[in-house]
Every structure is written in structure tokens, then in C-alpha cells.
């Protein structure tokens, strides 16, 4: 069964405009780069299950997680991200698992579909 959600987000947008005021274009880029899964997450349109995640053993017994792969489709700094990342058990997003960035919305609703 494939669940997808539907999220109304707005306030990422204001707060890439409040790092590029205080940092400027490029130094707001970097951050927004380094910190991508959680900016990404947290500016999700979308999102939809794509199944468990299963850990190869990278983390202790006593670390693991129950972790699930889902898909997002994002509208982050003027442009439209689809990406696939790591989600735990409370909702918080673990790891970006990758990432392709779009101008317009159909392409990245198309990448989205696709997304496995």
C-alpha cells in the first residue's frame, strides 16, 4: 500500500530569505547544502512511503532504529526538490539519501512518481 501525504509549509521560504540577509547568497547556499535533509524535510509539500529501511549493520545494538524510506517533493529557495531520505520512528529525518532539484513543478511531481 503506498500512503501519501499531503503537507502545507510556507515559513521555509522566509527563512532562506532571513540566512541570505544575514549571510549573504553563498555562505546561506552552503548552509542550505550541509544541513539539506533537515531544510529539505522540513520544507516538504509531499511525502510519501517507500518501504523500511534495512540497517546493514553500521550501527551498535544498542543504536539501531526502525528507520523508513520515504520520498519528498520540496519547494526550497525558489526551486522544487524531489528527494528520498531516512525517517525514524518520531517523524524526524535521519539521512538525505539523495536529491535532484528542479525549475518547475511538473518535472519535479514526475520525479517524485518515479521515485523508489
Do not use: P
Not at 549571510?23 to 511525502?47: H, N, Q, T
Not at 529557495?77 to 535532484?100: I, P, Y
Amino acid at each position: 500500500m503506498t500512503m501519501i501525504s499531503a503537507i502545507e509549509n510556507g515559513r521555509c521560504e522566509a527563512l532562506v530569505e532571513g540566512l541570505r540577509a544575514e549571510f549573504g547568497a553563498i555562505l546561506a547556499d552552503r548552509i542550505l547544502e550541509a544541513e539539506a535533509a533537515d531544510y529539505l524535510w522540513e520544507a516538504r509539500l509531499k511525502e510519501r512511503y517507500l518501504g523500511q529501511h534495512i540497517d546493514v549493520g553500521l550501527c551498535d545494538d544498542e543504536d539501531e532504529r526502525e528507520l523508513a524510506r520515504v520520498a519528498i517533493l520540496s519547494f526550497l529557495g525558489g526551486r522544487w526538490h524531489t528527494a528520498s531520505c531516512l525517517v525514524d520512528g518520531e517523524g524526524m529525518v535521519v539521512d538525505l539519501l539523495w536529491k535532484r532539484s528542479f525549475d518547475s513543478l511538473e518535472a519535479a511531481e514526475a520525479a517524485f512518481d518515479r521515485a523508489a
